[in-house]
């Protein structure tokens, strides 16, 4: 029963052309790679900082495993909380402006952490409908009545908005690249329930000294969801809170307390990145400009999308001819990756780009030049 279940949600997928391929990289997930013999620009990483591959990043790691040693060794509440994950969590507070921050291994974990705990039967949980999958499904699986509001229409939120409810949406949405009008859900709101917010992409990306969408909407949401595996260029995430739900969580979230913690060395090499974001202004700086370059290059293709971001869709409609436009420029020394259905919603297949501060204006250049021809060649 289980074979035949499963080969036939293979075959259906690969008859509408969705299968998924894992791709086998020949070296890190750098800004530029190599595949067999030519060296490829990637435009497909979430290491908007370049942090991922920071030579000074890495040393703190390296001298962090000598003095650390490797693992862990066991969860939170048995021996696997050390200082170092401590001070981890002052400077995430003393940036962010909350008391508490919990650490979990990844940001699905934290998400689905989050919502589990929190949420009773009875309650209600409100979603925009472009949330990262960990929300979604948390929010199917937790025993809350759940809803999702259109995305970003804030008066639809407010018709299904009842009292206690919580309210959960991303800063920078992961595929549009868009910011949520977090200044007009927040007031929404206050005083009816809690606001969450997933910040994945947006911390130290934007806002004032990197704090991200919170900060460059001016509202403090009661939850904030930040992750660790984009512009921190490393792995893990934490949940911001004030003392209460942290403690709350400590005493009841499943996924931290079950679960091993994090190692030393990293959460030593993720204060420095934190510390990193927050005062590198100049990396900030590069990528609004390239975001500007970028603006000058490309409105004037079909499907371009303007966004704040260095979250760049490219609306291409038709998943077969995503796939080749992005089959073609990696041909050409570009990795861009084509974003189908289930992803996104049908008829709007796309590219997605995302600038880093390792790319340059030239990278740019050439990039324009491909999708020119390679668009006209495929339509
Ligand atoms: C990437 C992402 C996650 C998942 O974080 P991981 O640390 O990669 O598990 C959660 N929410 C959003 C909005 C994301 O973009």
């Given at each position: 029963m289980f074979k035949q279940r499963i080969e036939q949600a293979l075959e259906e997928r690969e008859e509408r052309g969705l299968l998924r391929k894992i791709h086998k990289l020949e070296r890190g997930n750098l800004f530029e790679f190599r595949q067999t013999t030519d060296s490829v620009v990637n435009y497909s990483s979430n290491d908007y900082m370049g942090l991922a591959s920071d030579k000074q990043l890495t040393q703190v790691w390296q001298e962090g495993l000598d003095r650390y040693g490797n693992g862990s060794g066991s969860s939170p509440l048995v021996t696997g909380y050390n200082n170092v994950h401590s001070e981890l969590e002052e400077t995430l507070c003393d940036w962010l402006g909350f008391e508490r921050a919990i650490l979990f291994n990844s940001g699905f974990s934290a998400n689905q952490a989050l919502l589990f705990t929190l949420l009773e039967k009875g309650d209600l949980l409100l979603q925009d409908k472009l949330n990262h999958a960990s929300l979604i499904e948390a929010g199917m699986l937790s025993p809350a009545t759940m809803k999702r509001f259109k995305h970003n229409d804030v008066e639809h939120l407010k018709r299904l908005l009842t009292d206690c409810a919580l309210v959960a949406t991303e800063g920078?949405?992961?595929?549009?690249?868009d910011l949520a009008p977090l200044a007009d859900i927040s007031h929404a709101v206050d005083g009816k329930g809690w606001l969450a917010v997933d910040d994945a992409h947006g911390i130290g990306v934007v806002g004032r000294e990197g704090r991200g969408s919170c900060d460059y909407a001016g509202v403090k949401p009661t939850i904030l969801i930040v992750t660790f595996g984009k512009a921190f260029g490393l792995s893990g995430a934490a949940i911001l809170c004030d003392r209460y739900v942290g403690e709350y969580l400590t005493q009841f979230a499943r996924h931290y307390i079950y679960s091993t913690s994090m190692p030393l060395a990293q959460a030593g090499t993720l204060t420095e990145a934190a510390k990193m974001l927050r005062s590198d202004e100049w990396r900030r700086e590069k990528l609004s400009e390239l975001n500007h370059y970028y603006d000058q290059l490309f409105e004037s293709f079909d499907g371009y999308i303007k966004t704040h971001t260095p979250i760049k869709p490219m609306i291409l409609g038709d998943s077969a001819r995503a796939v080749t436009v992005a089959n073609k420029l990696r041909a050409e020394g570009h990795w861009v990756t084509a974003i189908r259905p289930p992803t996104v919603p049908e008829g709007r297949a796309r590219l997605r780009l995302t600038l880093t501060v390792n790319h340059t204006r030239s990278h740019l250049e050439q990039l324009a030049q491909s999708l020119q021809h390679v668009l006209k060649e495929v339509r």
């Amino acid at each position: 029963m289980f074979k035949q279940r499963i080969e036939q949600a293979l075959e259906e997928r690969e008859e509408r052309g969705l299968l998924r391929k894992i791709h086998k990289l020949e070296r890190g997930n750098l800004f530029e790679f190599r595949q067999t013999t030519d060296s490829v620009v990637n435009y497909s990483s979430n290491d908007y900082m370049g942090l991922a591959s920071d030579k000074q990043l890495t040393q703190v790691w390296q001298e962090g495993l000598d003095r650390y040693g490797n693992g862990s060794g066991s969860s939170p509440l048995v021996t696997g909380y050390n200082n170092v994950h401590s001070e981890l969590e002052e400077t995430l507070c003393d940036w962010l402006g909350f008391e508490r921050a919990i650490l979990f291994n990844s940001g699905f974990s934290a998400n689905q952490a989050l919502l589990f705990t929190l949420l009773e039967k009875g309650d209600l949980l409100l979603q925009d409908k472009l949330n990262h999958a960990s929300l979604i499904e948390a929010g199917m699986l937790s025993p809350a009545t759940m809803k999702r509001f259109k995305h970003n229409d804030v008066e639809h939120l407010k018709r299904l908005l009842t009292d206690c409810a919580l309210v959960a949406t991303e800063g920078v949405f992961s595929m549009d690249g868009d910011l949520a009008p977090l200044a007009d859900i927040s007031h929404a709101v206050d005083g009816k329930g809690w606001l969450a917010v997933d910040d994945a992409h947006g911390i130290g990306v934007v806002g004032r000294e990197g704090r991200g969408s919170c900060d460059y909407a001016g509202v403090k949401p009661t939850i904030l969801i930040v992750t660790f595996g984009k512009a921190f260029g490393l792995s893990g995430a934490a949940i911001l809170c004030d003392r209460y739900v942290g403690e709350y969580l400590t005493q009841f979230a499943r996924h931290y307390i079950y679960s091993t913690s994090m190692p030393l060395a990293q959460a030593g090499t993720l204060t420095e990145a934190a510390k990193m974001l927050r005062s590198d202004e100049w990396r900030r700086e590069k990528l609004s400009e390239l975001n500007h370059y970028y603006d000058q290059l490309f409105e004037s293709f079909d499907g371009y999308i303007k966004t704040h971001t260095p979250i760049k869709p490219m609306i291409l409609g038709d998943s077969a001819r995503a796939v080749t436009v992005a089959n073609k420029l990696r041909a050409e020394g570009h990795w861009v990756t084509a974003i189908r259905p289930p992803t996104v919603p049908e008829g709007r297949a796309r590219l997605r780009l995302t600038l880093t501060v390792n790319h340059t204006r030239s990278h740019l250049e050439q990039l324009a030049q491909s999708l020119q021809h390679v668009l006209k060649e495929v339509r």
